[in-house]
Every structure is written in structure tokens, then in C-alpha cells.
């Protein structure tokens, strides 16, 4: 069956109902340029998605050595040939024409281009002296989460044992940083239990802060695909906007903002009161129950109604649901970890799945899940606040065994303290400690909080910055030198999604004038700077993607994330496959855990843990005697409230995310045309009561403020929970005649008016716990909201907007792929 649909109007597209325990059928999406048929293709290209963490398996269309569409992959695991909109649309925006082609310099004040060899003279010189002048804590990175594994790598080997700094941290910090938390603290070491094929097998699945409909919507097809086929999920859904997961809900829960600990602690409380616990799994594989139960025996559903504003009976009905649950399946994500006490409620879900025993069996896991395509692969390869391989800073014999990898001594490696996190980084360049930072793949100047504060850091004159991306972005306004990168399908390289599904993309084109492979410029600059090991060879040994990924594999060996049974021939000829993956495991590993927790030992986790609350750090000795044999840790947690608190001047909680239709700052999205057409300009989201009592309506332009900063947009009423104003945070000012900085009309970046805050143990900024106001600045007079009628802003008042549609410009193919016993 075939079929065109506009996937801008229609995002999901059509459905293809499955059974629970059986396999999601085959649907292959595809898209070409206007003018282009299959037939004038000439290569089609392996790859995977790039806007999002779902690592859905694509083939890039070449034809006379440009991208000309995309196909969706039929026998790949992760999405069985189907596209969601940012996979169908955003590779033309590699054609974008402002391109960065040539390295930049700043001379004079001013941007300017030159060669190569000027661009790196100019790093290498500045980095080598301040090695002479301050040591190696004067130089910080701050990276992306949509490299490739093989460049994370590579920077992380330069950053640790090249230059010897401990500022080294990815943007991933912003997003996911709370899942690897998470995941440390329960069981010892990150990486996902779970797998995305569970939805094929659960009965229940509960979405934690997870608007997985618009943040992975292909991974939402399939749970679309199960609720129309036959013994569907039951779902409950935990956000206080009207997401689609929220209208499919059997429960669906939308409480304040920062009170997730309090809901979370009354789910338990329910579940162990009503004796919903799996008895033996904890006593044999876990430790902490008896302090669990004791700290939630009074956070009863009328306790915490009280704190979220949720009815006590609707936290009931969810506790029914999860408890009753014969395999259950739990996903998180930005509404728990850019809200309040981040880790702590990130756990807590945790801690639900280990007392029901829902882990390492189909349809029983958790999805701590990741916002961006490479984010794993930041942690994995150290360029995110770990060591490499998952190895504890804090364990001499984890920094040995690394040092023995790379052939340096231990000291070398940086681990007097931990890595430094994001936010610490921008600190110490405030203060004047870290004087060059080099900024690769990402976009500080409108994706980091209090975004005032962060342009005045970038533009310190004393502050060397390197910023390496594909186009000119309001942070590369700010940069000292400009390097011009190759993007996804202009280079070769793997990537792994969220649930460690390991995939190559391989170079299709050239990319633009004289850009290079991320690659290329971390070599160049590790072999002008020579650095060597302690046997005076090079440091960095390879020349390429795959040798680079030869090194990986053994820095990998025998730690959780193994690499060691996966090769590119491998990858090319299976499609995506799951880590860890060893002689042992020649298939790769689907879930985690099958037969018990395998990495939280003393001598093997990723880290001794810290306390929940404080952020403090738990010691080797209290560890040792906390779990001596290696269990999950079920650590409790106690409600605060939120530091920062609404008033009578800023009455509202200001909430902070995604749309479907945009990936972080629009540097991709915003060069695509059906993806900015559906979601062109910033909007502002409250609920008709909300509107009522602000004498504001649909279309209005408002001003939403905070003590840091005011944004300007188009108002959408919607069926937000009452207290609350919402802002996409993709819109910032590189479309605008100001470059990098709000104009005379106000500010478009909703980090204007976010605070500098973050999760005391996963370092992560909290973008959704601020208080703000909100102030009609004219009346609408025929004006509407830009905002997307699709997904959670869709109005509640459908006939007050026009609905979201792409045109024939956005008209996809869709085949579906009969099963065999059913083909004629």
C-alpha cells in the first residue's frame, strides 16, 4: 500500500495497528526534492537521523554529488523505515547558502576570512602559550551532542591526555546529563536497560516529562501503531501541557513546575502500600528498600496534591495503573531533568521499576532517555564529564587502566576533582581562570540560561574563543577564530541513539568550499601541537574515521559500553546494532541487566554516588558498605521547593522546550522551508483561564518577563495547566537584522529569561523552574500565533487558527509492507 501524506499537517503519518508481543510492521517513508524521481537517483547512502535521539536508519539520495532526499531503512530496528518530519525535510539545509566555507579570524574587531594554516597557527600559538603562562587549566572545551563518536573520542584523548585539562564538557549537559546521573546512581554505571522494542511488549507505559510525540516521533508511531492494534498499553503521562501522549492517556497528571519528587514519592508510597512490590527481585538485586519505605510512608496522594495541584484520587488512578502493570515500561526526559531536583526525581522513577521488578525482561525496563543523536556517545567517549569507557575518575584502577590504553602515566590524566561541568566552565571563564575556549558544535549564546550573562562572557577581550560550526550562529559572532565544519553526510563516522544502537553514516558529498570533518581539525591540531606518549610516539595514532574508531573499540574493551564485536563492514551490512557487542555477544545486547545488575560493584561502578539533595559526594568507604555486592541502589529522595518561587509581580511558573518541528537553536531546522513555515517565529502558550484573568486572547502580542530578561511573541491559548506561561527555546537572532542580540522589538530567545540554576548532582541547568509575568504589549487586529496547531500547542479554540499545513512541498511517500503471511 502506497500513500502521500503531508507530513508538516499530518507528522505521524498513517498508522499501522500491531498486537502486543508481535513485530512492528514495515512502513518505509521517503521524500525527494521536487523533480527528482527514485529512477535519477545514483546512489543511495547510509545513515541515520541527526535532529533527534531516536537514531532512525536512513539512505541519503545522491545525485550528480548532491543530496537530492531521503528513505527511510525497512529492516533497521530502531524505526522499520519510518521518517519523522526533521528526517524527511532538514538535509537541505546542508545546501543552506551561508554555509561557513572558510576559516575566520578577528581582526580589528572584525571577522575575516583566511586560510588554514592562519586559522590553526593562530590556536596553536594561543594554546601553547598559555600552557607556558597559566597551565592547563586556563583552556576549556565545550562540544556538542551531535558529533560523531569517533571525534568525541578524539577530543577527549587531546583535552585529558594531550593538553592534561579537566574542562572538558558537551552541550549534552543541557539535556541529558540527569539521565546519566540517573542511571550511575541506581545502578552503578550508565547506559539504557531498556530497549525501544519493548513498546512492542508492554502493557502499560508511563511517560515521565517525556513529550515523546514531538522529541522522538518516530519512537511515538510505534506507540501510536500498538494503542490501535489489539491488547494496547495503557499509558499514563506525566506533563503539564496538552501533549499527544497527554490526550492518549489513561491518566494523564499535569502538576506544577519543580514538583516532581512529591508525585513521585506518593506513586511509591501506593504502590508499596497496596504491596505491588516484587518481593524477591529487591531482596536479591537490590539495597536502600527499608529507607525507601520509610521515607515515603506519609507522601500519601493527598500530601502531594496539596504540593502539585493534581487531584489525589487522579495520582491514585495512576498508582493503580503502574502498579497492576504486568510489564511495564518507563521513559523520562526534559520535564524531569530541566525541572527541579532533576536527579532526585530521575531516580525515584528508577526506584518504581526496580520495587514492581520490571527490569531486563521484554517490555520491563527504563528509557532514561537522550535529546540529542550522539548524546551517548559524548558520555561513552569522556567528552561529557566522565572518563572514557564509563571508568570512575575517583578509581586509581580505572585511571590506570586508561592510562595504559593511551600509554601515558596516570597523573597525566586529569583526576584531582571531577571534570568540570558546563556551567562551571562559563564560570571560570567569568572569572578570568579558563582564557581560551574552544566551542564545537553547539550554541551557547542562545541555548544557555540568563543569556545576558553568557554574551558578556563570550565577549570578554581577555577570553580567547574558538567556535567550529557549519554556519555563522550568534555565538561564531562572538568567536576570536571561526573554523568552517563539515556536517552529517559530508563526513563518515557512527553514532548511538538512545537505546545503544550503534550506527554508521557515511560521507555521500563534499561539503562546501573548504569546511572539514570535525575529524580532520582535531588531527590537524593535535599534530601541530605533537603531542606524545610516554614513549615518545604520537598521542593520537589515527589518521581517519575507522582507524579512529579502532581505538575506540579498545579503549572500550571490556568496560559496559564493549565495542569490540562491531566493525563498519559489520554496520553497513546489518543496519543498526545494540551495545554492548563482543565475541561474547557477536548480535549485540537488547536489554541490560537480564540476569541481574552487572556494573555496580566497588571496583567496577562509574561512580560512588552523591547524595541526592545536596549534591555532596558519597565516599569509596560509604559505598563499600552501602553495597558491597554490587546491587541497584534504591536512593530516596525528600521534596524542596523550588528556589526560585512566583510573587505577586511574577506570578507565572515559566516553562521552557521543544516543538516538533525544530531541533535546539534552528541552525538546521530554520534553513529547511516546511520546517520553518510551520513554526516560524517565537510564541507564548498560557490556558484560557490564565488568559481570562490577563486580559489577553488569542494572537495577542505579549511580553513574557523574568528578573533577567523579557521575551516578545504571539499568544497561543492552550490547555497548559492554569499558572503557567510556556516558550520555545529554539528562536534566537541569527535570522535577524541584529545577528546575536535582541533588537529594538524585545527578545526572541526564551533564555533571556531563564535562571542560572542547575541539579546540585547532575550539574544540569534547570530551564523550567523560573517565575515570570506576563504583559500585553498590543491586540492581535487580524495577527495570529505562529505556534503549530499539531502537537501540545495546538489551540483550544481550533477555529481561533489556522491549521499547520506543508503544502505539496511537504508531501512525503509512505509504503507499507504487507507481512509475509499476508502478501499476495
Known amino acids: 500500500m502506497r500513500a502521500d501524506v503531508d507530513r508538516i499537517a499530518r507528522p505521524w503519518g498513517e498508522r499501522t495497528p500491531y498486537d502486543r508481543d508481535t513485530t512492528w510492521p514495515v512502513r518505509v517513508d521517503s521524500f525527494l526534492e521536487s523533480g527528482m524521481t527514485a529512477e535519477a537517483v545514483q546512489r543511495w547512502v547510509p545513515t541515520a537521523s541527526l535532529l533527534h535521539s531516536n537514531g532512525d536508519a536512513m539512505d541519503l539520495a545522491v545525485a550528480d554529488g548532491r543530496l537530492v532526499g531521503v528513505?527511510?531503512?525497512?529492516?533497521?530496528?530502531?524505526?522499520?523505515?519510518?521518517?519523522?518530519?526533521?528526517?524527511?525535510?532538514?538535509?537541505?539545509?546542508?545546501?543552506?547558502?551561508?554555509?561557513?566555507?572558510?576559516?575566520?579570524?578577528?581582526?580589528?574587531?572584525?571577522?575575516?576570512?583566511?586560510?588554514?594554516?592562519?586559522?590553526?597557527?593562530?590556536?596553536?600559538?594561543?594554546?601553547?602559550?598559555?600552557?607556558?603562562?597559566?597551565?592547563?587549566?586556563?583552556?576549556?572545551?565545550?562540544?556538542?551532542?551531535?558529533?560523531?563518536?569517533?571525534?568525541?573520542?578524539?577530543?577527549?584523548?587531546?583535552?585529558?591526555?594531550?593538553?592534561?585539562?579537566?574542562?572538558?564538557?558537551?552541550?549534552?549537559?543541557?539535556?541529558?546529563?540527569?539521565?546519566?546521573?540517573?542511571?550511575?546512581?541506581?545502578?552503578?554505571?550508565?547506559?539504557?536497560?531498556?530497549?525501544?522494542?519493548?513498546v512492542d511488549h508492554a502493557d502499560a507505559i508511563a511517560?515521565?516529562?517525556?513529550?515523546?510525540?514531538?522529541?522522538?516521533?518516530?519512537?511515538?508511531?510505534?506507540?501510536?501503531?500498538?494503542?490501535?492494534?489489539?491488547?494496547?498499553?495503557?499509558?499514563?503521562?506525566?506533563?503539564?501541557?496538552?501533549?499527544?501522549?497527554?490526550?492518549?492517556?489513561?491518566?494523564?497528571?499535569?502538576?506544577?513546575?519543580?514538583?516532581?519528587?512529591a508525585l513521585l514519592n506518593a506513586l511509591l508510597h501506593e504502590i508499596i502500600r497496596t504491596d505491588r512490590i516484587d518481593h524477591d527481585f529487591v531482596d536479591a538485586h537490590t539495597v536502600g528498600f527499608d529507607e525507601l519505605s520509610r521515607g515515603v510512608a506519609d507522601r500519601t496522594p493527598a500530601w502531594a496534591a496539596r504540593i502539585c495541584d493534581v487531584p489525589a484520587a487522579r495520582i491514585a488512578e495512576a498508582a493503580e495503573v503502574l502498579g497492576g502493570a504486568e510489564r511495564l515500561l518507563s521513559t523520562v526526559l526534559q520535564g524531569v531533568y530541566q525541572s527541579h531536583q532533576a536527579t532526585a526525581a530521575a531516580c525515584q522513577v528508577n526506584n518504581l521499576q526496580l520495587i514492581r521488578g520490571m527490569l531486563g525482561r521484554p517490555g520491563c525496563g527504563v528509557l532514561q532517555m537522550n535529546g540529542q543523536p550522539t548524546a551517548q556517545n559524548t558520555r561513552e567517549c569522556g567528552a561529557n564529564g566522565d572518563l572514557p569507557g564509563f571508568r570512575n575518575w575517583e578509581n586509581d584502577a580505572h585511571v590506570a587502566d586508561l592510562a595504559r590504553v593511551w600509554n601515558v602515566e596516570p597523573s597525566r590524566i586529569p583526576h584531582y576533582a571531577p571534570p568540570t561541568p558546563a556551567m562551571q566552565i562559563l564560570r571560570y571563564a567569568e572569572q578570568g581562570s579558563i582564557r581560551m575556549l574552544w566551542i564545537s558544535g553547539t550554541n551557547p549564546a542562545v541555548s544557555l540560561p540568563e543569556l545576558r550573562r553568557i554574551r558578556e562572557i563570550l565577549g570578554q577581550e581577555r577570553l580567547f574563543t574558538i567556535v567550529q560550526d557549519l554556519y555563522p550562529t550568534e555565538t561564531a559572532h562572538l568567536a576570536d577564530v571561526v573554523l568552517p565544519a563539515a556536517t552529517w553526510a559530508e563526513k563518515t563516522g557512527t553514532f548511538t541513539n538512545a537505546d545503544r544502537t550503534v550506527h554508521l553514516s557515511e560521507k555521500a558529498v563534499e561539503p562546501p568550499g573548504d569546511a572539514r570533518p570535525d575529524l580532520d581539525i582535531l588531527l590537524d591540531f593535535a599534530r601541530r601541537m605533537d603531542f606524545r606518549d610516554k614513549d615518545g610516539r604520537p598521542l593520537v595514532r589515527w589518521h581517519d574515521a575507522e582507524s579512529a574508531f579502532a581505538a575506540w573499540q579498545e579503549c572500550s574493551r571490556g568496560r559496559p559500553c564493549d565495542y569490540t564485536g562491531l566493525t563498519y563492514e559489520r554496520l553497513r551490512d546489518a543496519g543498526g546494532i545494540q551495545w554492548p557487542c563482543t565475541e561474547a555477544a557477536p548480535d549485540g545486547t537488547e536489554r541490560l541487566y537480564t540476569g541481574g545488575v552487572t556494573w555496580a560493584a566497588p571496583e567496577d561502578c562509574e561512580t560512588y554516588g552523591r547524595d541526592l539533595v545536596t549534591g555532596a559526594s558519597v565516599s569509596e568507604t560509604e559505598y563499600r558498605a552501602l553495597n558491597p555486592d554490587g546491587k541497584a541502589v534504591l536512593k530516596a529522595a525528600e521534596y524542596l521547593p523550588p528556589h526560585e518561587s512566583t510573587d505577586d509581580v511574577y506570578p507565572l511558573q515559566l516553562n521552557t522546550g521543544r516543538t516538533l518541528y525544530h531541533f535546539h537553536t534552528r541552525t538546521k531546522t530554520g534553513r529547511t522551508p516546511q520546517l520553518n513555515a510551520a513554526a516560524p517565529e517565537v510564541w507564548v502558550e498560557i490556558s484560557a483561564p490564565e488568559a481570562h484573568r490577563h486580559g489577553v486572547a488569542e494572537g495577542d502580542l505579549v511580553e513574557v518577563t523574568s528578573t533577567r530578561g523579557a521575551v516578545r511573541g504571539r499568544l497561543r491559548i492552550t490547555g497548559i495547566r492554569d499558572g503557567m506561561v510556556f516558550l520555545p527555546f529554539h528562536y534566537g537572532y541569527w535570522d535577524t537584522p541584529?545577528?546575536?542580540?535582541?533588537?529594538?522589538?524585545?527578545?526572541?530567545?526564551?533564555?533571556?529569561?531563564?535562571?542560572t540554576d542547575w541539579d546540585p548532582v547532575s550539574k544540569q541547568p534547570l530551564f523550567k523552574t523560573a517565575a515570570a509575568r506576563l504583559t500585553l504589549v498590543e491586540r492581535a487586529e487580524g495577527a495570529v500565533s505562529p505556534a503549530p496547531t499539531t502537537a501540545a500547542s495546538a489551540p483550544t479554540d481550533p477555529r481561533s487558527a489556522p491549521a499547520t499545513t506543508g503544502g505539496p512541498s511537504a508531501v512525503a511517500h509512505q509504503s507499507v509492507v504487507a507481512p509475509e503471511g499476508e502478501r499476495s
Open 738 to 755: 541584529e545577528g546575536d542580540r535582541p533588537g529594538k522589538d524585545g527578545g526572541r530567545a526564551a533564555n533571556e529569561t531563564t535562571v
Open 71 to 198: 528513505r527511510g531503512r525497512a529492516r533497521d530496528r530502531v524505526n522499520r523505515g519510518r521518517l519523522g518530519p526533521k528526517d524527511l525535510f532538514a538535509w537541505q539545509a546542508n545546501h543552506s547558502a551561508d554555509r561557513l566555507t572558510a576559516p575566520l579570524v578577528r581582526r580589528d574587531g572584525r571577522l575575516v576570512p583566511c586560510d588554514w594554516d592562519t586559522a590553526m597557527t593562530e590556536i596553536v600559538d594561543r594554546t601553547r602559550h598559555l600552557l607556558d603562562e597559566q597551565g592547563p587549566g586556563a583552556l576549556g572545551f565545550y562540544t556538542s551532542g551531535q558529533l560523531f563518536l569517533e571525534e568525541y573520542y578524539t577530543l577527549t584523548v587531546i583535552a585529558r591526555a594531550g593538553l592534561g585539562t579537566n574542562h572538558l564538557d558537551g552541550n549534552t549537559r543541557l539535556c541529558t546529563a540527569t539521565a546519566a546521573e540517573a542511571l550511575k546512581e541506581t545502578f552503578g554505571c550508565d547506559g539504557q536497560p531498556a530497549s525501544y522494542t519493548d
Open 207 to 261: 511517560l515521565f516529562g517525556h513529550n515523546m510525540a514531538e522529541t522522538q516521533p518516530v519512537l511515538w508511531m510505534r506507540v501510536l501503531d500498538r494503542l490501535a492494534g489489539g491488547d494496547p498499553p495503557r499509558l499514563v503521562c506525566v506533563d503539564p501541557r496538552p501533549t499527544p501522549a497527554a490526550q492518549h492517556a489513561t491518566v494523564h497528571l499535569a502538576p506544577r513546575a519543580g514538583t516532581n519528587v
